[in-house]
Nanobody, 120 residues
């Protein structure tokens, strides 16, 4: 019903920047929020940043001041601008959408992930 496609991952040196994008498509009735999560090798998946359609944002403490999440409501696309990247930011980054495909309760949808590798 809903498809999420991430892009923008890659290899970057420590201190550099990357911009991730996630475009949602399909039978979307409404979107409550979109966000980014990441999973590093050997670690649990963790929240990076989320944003509601009302532009309320929240960030993991580890990325505050370095990452910025934004959403283009008209395009159903969420972005993650990552600056001052550190080696510990290396992970697979997953896009998340919480919304509805019809009137009813909201559910979560996930992208397949995009790999970000930060070299030190």
């Amino acid at each position: 019903q809903v498809q999420l496609v991430e892009s923008g991952g890659g290899l970057v040196q420590a201190g550099g920047s990357l911009r991730l994008s996630c475009a949602a498509s399909g039978s979307i009735f409404s979107i409550n929020a979109m966000g980014w999560y990441r999973q590093a090798p050997g670690k649990q998946r963790e929240l990076v940043a989320t944003i509601t359609t009302g532009d309320s944002t929240n960030y993991a403490d580890s990325v505050k001041g370095r990452f910025t999440i934004s959403m283009d409501n008209a395009k159903n696309t969420v972005y993650l601008q990552m600056n001052s990247l550190k080696a510990e930011d290396t992970a697979v980054y997953y896009c998340n959408l919480r919304g509805k495909v019809r009137i009813g309760y909201a559910v979560d949808y996930w992208g397949k992930g995009t790999l970000v590798t930060v070299s030190s």
